[in-house]
């Protein structure tokens, strides 16, 4: 079993940024594929990106070049950056070892 607890989400204005972290209740090093999805209102959850243990990258098409996936596996976190922020970003985010442990959402509402 592993335990995932996000953090870092907001309100913010569009152009502004922010940053989520999860944490995981287990060493890292144990985990390979880790990743952040979100779910906007009245639409399916879906991916915004993945990060392996080696730090191999792969990100949905509407957020590349504004976000940037990372991970400290010393510390068991990964991270969102998330730039250039737009109102169709506004969604719950869930950090994820797919498909099988999710953590409990942040909420990230943009503005405009």
């Known amino acids: 079993q592993v335990q995932l607890v996000e953090s870092g989400g907001g309100l913010v204005q569009a152009g502004e940024s922010l940053r989520l972290s999860c944490t995981a209740s287990?060493?890292?090093?144990?985990?390979?594929?880790m990743g952040w999805y979100r779910e906007a209102p009245g639409k399916l959850r879906e991916l915004v990106a993945t990060?392996?243990?080696?730090?191999?990258?792969n990100y949905a098409d509407s957020v590349k070049g504004r976000f940037t996936i990372s991970r400290d596996n010393a510390k068991d976190t990964i991270y969102l950056q998330m730039n250039s922020l737009q109102p169709d970003d506004t969604a719950v985010y869930y950090c994820?070892?797919?498909?099988?442990?999710w953590g409990q959402g942040t909420q990230v509402t943009v503005s405009s």
């Open positions: 994820a070892v797919p498909p099988f442990f």
């Open positions: 287990t060493s890292a090093f144990s985990i390979d594929l």
């Open positions: 990060i392996t243990w080696s730090g191999s990258s």
